[in-house]
């Protein structure tokens, strides 16, 4: 757990590194007509651990609550966000108790970081 606790912030300081290197030889050169690079850190749904498919329907079974799912995703959001990217993305969330989970736990961590959540549909409309 230590190992890829570590990888995950190394992602983003590297992420960090590059956009900040990129970003230092554009602005020598002259005026680069760019916009900064933002970095964001990424975490994926609850179904894509299960790797069984779920991640496309959202149906976890009904042993998964709210409770569950931000105990899930705590750690992960606690390590990205000291990591300090510029951004959080919650990436194709399939489940509306998930989307729920997430934006109480970003409130409960006292998380200030810009967040998007993306979602994943069943039918392209509707979340279960």
């Known amino acids: 757990?230590?190992?890829?606790?570590?990888?995950?912030?190394k992602n983003v300081r590297l992420a960090i590194d590059a956009r900040d290197e990129f970003w230092n030889a554009v602005n020598?050169?002259?005026?680069s007509g760019y916009n900064k690079a933002l970095v964001a850190g990424s975490i994926g749904s609850?179904?894509?651990?299960?790797?069984?498919g779920s991640e496309y329907s959202g149906l976890y079974g009904q042993s998964i609550g709210v409770a569950e799912l931000k105990d899930f995703h705590r750690r992960r959001?606690?390590?990205?966000a000291g990591a300090s990217p510029d951004l959080l993305a919650f990436e194709t969330i399939p489940s509306r108790l998930e989307t729920q989970a997430i934006v109480e736990l970003l409130e409960e961590e006292d998380i200030h970081i810009p967040s998007?959540?993306?979602?994943?549909?069943?039918?392209?409309e509707h979340a279960p």
């Open 1 to 9: 757990m230590q190992e890829a606790e570590s990888l995950l912030e």
């Open 28 to 31: 020598k050169n002259a005026e």
């Open 46 to 52: 609850y179904g894509a651990f299960l790797a069984d």
């Open 77 to 80: 959001l606690q390590v990205l």
């Open 116 to 124: 998007w959540i993306s979602f994943s549909t069943v039918d392209g």
